[in-house]
């Protein structure tokens, strides 16, 4: 559905997205999802596609953190970002809607994208565990990325796709 698979069948995801042999090593992960982002809202094509998906690949692949808004009984004085390790109770995650009433949770790259919105505290955790949670939850109908500037929304068939193409990537190459 979404040529993920395609995509991700014979590529390695190293270094730069667009593929440049240079590459820029002082910018992370969410850095590069944000330059990705801005030039497919810039220009919405396949070849700016195909960059936007290796740099969401890039994000899964290395772990890479992102910050979710939640509601906390029990979050420690003094901060706003906790991680799953931190004892909470009652933990839940603030959904967005978007203009086709759809429901999505939100992954912020940055304290400063974060910011945008009046959310006052995130729980700090990967990209790939926060896409599981979106398809688990029927409720659910995606996951916006920095919902309050250049933003990209992966609706859940999208999720479910690259996951897939990813898992079945993996296995090819034991």
Not at 35 to 55: D, G, K, P, S, W
Request: proline content about 5%.
């Amino acid at each position: 559905m979404y040529r993920t698979k395609k995509l991700i069948k014979n590529q390695h995801f190293v270094g730069c997205p667009c593929g440049c042999n240079t590459g820029t090593p002082e910018l992370d992960n969410r850095s590069i999802l944000e330059i990705c982002i801005a030039a497919y809202q810039q220009e919405a094509n396949e070849e700016r596609f195909a960059m936007l998906v290796r740099a969401i690949v890039l994000c899964i692949s290395d772990n890479t953190v992102f910050l979710t808004p939640i509601n906390a009984k029990g979050m420690p004085k003094g901060k706003n970002i906790i991680t799953p390790k931190d004892n909470v109770k009652e933990l839940s995650i603030y959904s967005i809607h978007n203009s086709r009433n759809e429901e999505a949770y939100c992954a912020f790259t940055s304290e400063d994208e974060a910011k945008k919105l009046p959310y006052k505290n995130f729980l700090a955790w990967p990209l790939w565990a926060l896409m599981q949670l979106a398809l688990e939850n029927k409720e659910i109908n995606g996951l916006v990325i920095n919902p309050g500037g250049n933003s990209f929304f992966m609706p859940s068939a999208f999720m479910r796709d690259l996951l897939e193409s990813l898992k079945e990537k993996k296995n090819e190459d034991k």
